[in-house]
């Protein structure tokens, strides 16, 4: 593995008595694409949401670059350059795309906050554009988002994540309520913009067949620990994660 | 290309100055009240975007007239100008520290902390003697950098300074909405989670406008209190905190012009409705409203909307 970008050390958080993760440990090197798997309730969520400053974890160190960013807040992180998209696509629903992407770069640009000039420049629009071009949405660009499918809001909630630059991406469900069939065309077209922009991506996914082609990486939770974590070709055939993550137990005539 | 809006703004406002010249004295007056409630209900526009509104907006008018009032007799000088610096500057400073606290809060929660510290202030002036307790005080006759204009062009010279800082705050208002900083209300309005997410700061941003508002509705209460040459602590009551609510609503968000719009026809109405019904006239304005509400729920300006949509 290269030199990691990000270590996580020790990491828990308990809600009450609850606990929903329990002495996570991990390195993630630079350009990896990691695939966390698990069941509903097995803490993937809540992993994601500590390393981006949406919870606080109850204990444990989180390093990126060297730099301890436990106790930051998800402004913070966003500026340490981890950025996310959510379960729920977190768009600004009454704009349109072109909109969505115009304040998301408004934001994005150093000194852009504290200038008088308009948000809708030509050389604004123009990224604005080709964002949404790599991502496969720019036919939607007029349109009010929440009129839109589920699968081109989530393509904007990344496209929105990435207009910083971010050196690590966490995706949480990029693929969850979109159809099966719809699944590995939004997933190609996600993948081949992240690659091109060479950022390190971590991904929670629940379709093992999604993560087996385009992860290279697989981390399995269970009961808010990471049981395995290794090659997806290993993961995926360990008998403890096909046990409690793929579900075996429960179907034994699987296949 | 110049924008339009601006542009607009350019031409409206010399009109507007202009009117003031040959209008008749009533007609001078309750354009020149018309103008101060404009000035704060522009800067409840600014607050409305990001899905807020407060009930306490009376705090500032109150609190800029107040504070200009008694500078003015502190300093045993009449200038327009300084008491509008020393009411601004009051205005901007109680602003930012409440809007940090303020920011904290949304929708009824937002709302009633703010009439609630608008309150405090109306108890406090109410009992305080030395500003003439529920009496109030009265003002001198405003000077302008030295010129002190005789009785009959008092009220012209009053009309004119407010007609060009309303036109003023229009265009530095609509320049902030179109801005990224601006814009960002309409974002924080949506979902103030993927905002913090993008990398700014939502409450910054909310506090950033409430010292807005709070600066427009200073520059408002200096203006009315100059133009009815007296203030008293009514300036600070809920009621005045509604009626700016209740005009805003009855102007709508969509442009800077819509404020002006909504005091005028506010104005308007209530002069008309005193005069012929003295003992109903909140029933004419309530009247008013509801219609408003009923047939054109994005206020009187959505009306100019719908008139281009029908050109179209």
Redesign the interface.
């Given at each position: 593995m290269s030199e990691p970008i990000l270590v996580v050390e020790g990491l828990e958080k308990s809600f009450g008595g609850v606990a929903a993760a329990r002495d996570i440990n991990l390195r993630l090197g630079e350009g990896e694409v990691v695939g966390v798997i698990g069941a509903n309730g097995a803490g993937k969520t809540t992993f994601v949401n500590m390393v981006?400053g949406y919870l606080k974890p109850s204990a444990g160190t989180i390093r990126f670059r060297g730099r301890d960013i436990t106790r930051l807040?998800?402004?913070e992180v966003?500026?340490a350059g981890i950025?996310?998209s959510?379960q729920v696509p977190?768009?600004?629903?009454?704009?349109s795309v072109h909109?969505n992407v115009?304040?998301?770069l408004?934001?994005?640009?150093k000194g852009?906050?504290?200038?008088?000039?308009?948000?809708?420049t030509g050389e604004r629009a123009r990224r604005a554009t080709a964002l949404l071009e790599r991502y496969g949405i720019a036919s939607s660009a007029g349109r009010e988002v929440r009129l839109l499918p589920q699968g081109v809001r989530k393509l904007l909630d990344v496209a929105?994540?990435t207009?910083?630059d971010p050196e690590l991406l966490m995706l949480d469900e990029p693929t969850s309520g979109i159809s099966t069939e719809e699944k590995n065309d939004i997933m190609d077209r996600l993948m081949s913009a992240l690659r091109a922009g060479r950022k390190t991506v971590l991904f929670v996914e629940h379709d093992m067949a999604v993560v087996a082609r385009y992860a290279g990486r697989v981390l399995a939770f269970y009961d808010g620990r990471i049981i395995a974590d290794g090659p997806p070709s290993t993961v995926l055939a360990d008998a403890d994660v096909r046990r409690h993550v793929v579900g075996e137990a429960l179907h034994p005539h699987a296949a | 290309m110049m924008?339009r809006t601006l542009l607009a703004v350019a031409v409206a406002t010399p009109l507007l100055v202009g009117a003031g010249f040959v209008m008749p004295s009533w007609a001078v007056f309750l354009v020149s009240a018309a103008m101060a409630k404009a000035l704060v209900v522009l800067g409840l526009l600014v607050l409305l975007r990001t899905g807020l509104i407060p009930f306490g907006q009376a705090l500032f008018f109150a609190l800029g007239a107040y504070a200009a009032g008694m500078a003015l007799e502190a300093l045993h000088a009449t200038d327009a100008f300084l008491a509008l610096a020393i009411g601004t500057l009051l205005s901007v400073v109680v602003a930012a520290a409440l809007g940090a606290l303020l920011a904290r809060y949304r929708d009824i929660f937002f709302a009633m902390l703010s009439m609630a510290f608008s309150m405090i202030l109306y108890g406090l002036l109410v009992k305080t003697a030395s500003l003439g307790g529920t009496d109030g005080f009265n003002l001198p006759s405003p000077t302008y950098l030295g010129y002190a204009p005789h009785r009959g062009a008092a009220e012209t010279a009053l009309y004119v300074l407010s007609a060009v800082l309303l036109g003023l705050a229009m265009a530095l208002v609509h320049?902030?909405l179109?801005?990224?900083?601006?814009?960002?209300a309409?974002?924080i309005?949506?979902?103030e989670?993927?905002?913090?997410?993008?990398?700014?700061?939502v409450r910054g941003a909310i506090c950033v406008k409430f010292v807005i508002a709070g600066a427009l509705a200073g520059v408002g209460g200096i203006l009315s209190a100059l133009s009815v040459g007296h203030i008293d602590p009514g300036m600070a009551y809920w009621t005045s905190s509604g009626e700016f609510v209740f005009v805003t609503l009855l102007a709508g968000a969509g442009s800077v012009f819509a404020p002006f719009v909504g005091s005028l026809v506010f104005e308007t109405v209530r002069s008309f409705a005193v005069q012929y019904s003295p003992q109903t006239w909140q029933m004419t304005l309530g009247t008013v409203l509801l219609l408003v509400i009923v047939f054109l729920p994005g206020g009187l300006w959505s009306l100019a909307a719908r008139l281009r949509r029908a050109r179209a």
């Open positions: 981006t807040g998800p402004r966003t500026g950025c996310r959510f977190q768009v600004f629903g009454s704009m909109d115009m304040i998301a408004g934001i994005a640009e852009a906050l504290a200038s008088w000039r308009p948000l809708e929105m994540a207009v910083s | 924008d320049l902030y179109a801005s990224p900083r601006g814009r960002l309409e974002a309005r949506d979902n989670i993927r905002v913090e997410y993008l990398g700014a700061s």
